[in-house]
């Protein structure tokens, strides 16, 4: 287990590159434009409102209504999106960060945090394995997957007893993790 060392916060952020970038600012500019379509609709359609009911926080899937008022200023803004152009930018720390996310990228090692302190480390995969292995089945107990469907079956239920059942999705399995119990150096 080797200490990973790095001699800036891990809350920088490097520049991402431009399929990172289009990506981002499509994801975006669908959603503004999304809202954007609702307020008109609303305006528009004072009496739809109607109709209100708890929704507990989820989100609509409900797409809404295209509004020829809208359609060009949409086009103009898409425009703006598909012919956006990049300047080649370069600083020393910006540089430093991209090295070290293609080092860390290319790791033959997980990287694992420390639990108390802001420390990494280099793992073997082998080994990683090991301890989450025994630190999951040191609390918990593994369930078929029949138990699940149970699970998933009653939170279906009580989805459609609350009329949520289009808002929300089935539970989905994630991998555990583990920290590594971290000393401070003296």
């Not at 080797?2 to 289009?22: E, F, M, R, T």
């Not at 949520?164 to 555990?176: D, F, K, M, P, V």
Request: aromatic letters at 8%.
């Amino acid at each position: 287990m080797d200490k990973l060392n790095l001699p800036y916060s891990l809350k920088n952020i490097p520049i991402p590159s431009k399929l990172q970038y289009h990506k981002q600012l499509i994801s975006k500019v669908e959603s503004f434009l999304n809202r954007l379509r609702w307020k008109l609709y609303f305006i528009q359609n004072p009496d739809s409102k109607i109709k209100l009911k708890e929704t507990f926080g989820f989100k609509s899937n409900n797409c809404p209504p295209q509004m020829k008022e809208l359609k060009k200023f949409e086009e103009g803004l898409l425009d703006l999106v598909a012919n956006i152009q990049f300047k080649p930018f370069h600083n020393s720390f910006q540089n430093q960060l991209k090295k070290d996310c293609n080092q860390i990228m290319n790791e033959d090692k997980v990287i694992v945090e420390s639990d108390k302190t802001s420390n990494l480390y280099k793992v073997s995969v082998n080994e990683y394995k090991n301890i989450v292995r025994n630190s999951v089945t040191k609390e918990y107990k593994k369930v078929n997957d029949l138990e699940v469907g149970k699970i998933n079956n009653e939170a279906a239920q009580i989805a459609s007893k609350l009329s949520l059942e289009e808002r929300i999705e089935e539970q989905s399995r994630t991998e555990a993790y583990v920290t590594i119990k971290g000393h401070k150096d003296n």
